[in-house]
């Protein structure tokens, strides 16, 4: 069984919709980052960094196997399902570039500038609109060339992408209305919040 220590930020939605594809047995355990849930000593031991989402295998080849953050448990369970990343070839490193370009780049900026839209920061807010703006811009044109964010299939590229951007959205909307309006981005929204493991993913909740 695969357990997922999570929590309803958009890192911590990326592994539920991958779950939700591949129709996997799991199971969640919340993380209340809100209340320092994510400092607990025992959530430490499988989570260095203090944060989620981390998941336990407990059914990984040569014993049960742990992993922190989104990236690599993304890559983890597409290999070891083997679906939405191809094994080998041009089109595994075309899933994997992207993938990396949101995780070192679109997440942290977007994640930014929701700090800075809500400080007294004239300057850090202008530079996180201008830079969000920008990845959402590049991501847009990447979308005029392909259906997917790394080519014609759908991949953890594209669940890595989408909840950053529904986020954004949500909460950023005037900020970014120029960007997020791309017709190339409102497509590709469309096309993947249409799947129901994505819709699964993010309405995903914790009990009680």
Known sequence: MITLHTWTTPNGRKPIILLEEL???YE??????GSGAQFDPEFLKLSPNNKIPAIVDDEAEGGA????ESGAILTYLADKYGKFLP???????????WLHWQIGGLGPMLGQLGYFAQQDDAFGLERF???G????T???????RSEYVAGDEYTIADIACYPWIMAASERL????????GKPNLQRWLSLVGARPAVQAGMKWKPRG
Request: glycine share 8%.
């Open 65 to 68: 196997l742990s992993l922190f």
């Open 133 to 136: 703006g920008r990845l959402l």
């Open 129 to 131: 609109v201008k830079e």
């Open 87 to 97: 094994p080998s070839g041009p089109a595994r490193w075309q899933a994997m570039q």
């Open 173 to 180: 909307p005037e900020m970014l209305a120029e960007s997020l």
């Open 23 to 25: 129709g996997v047995p």
């Open 28 to 33: 969640t355990a919340p993380v209340d980052i």
């Open 138 to 144: 590049v991501l847009d044109t990447q979308l005029g």
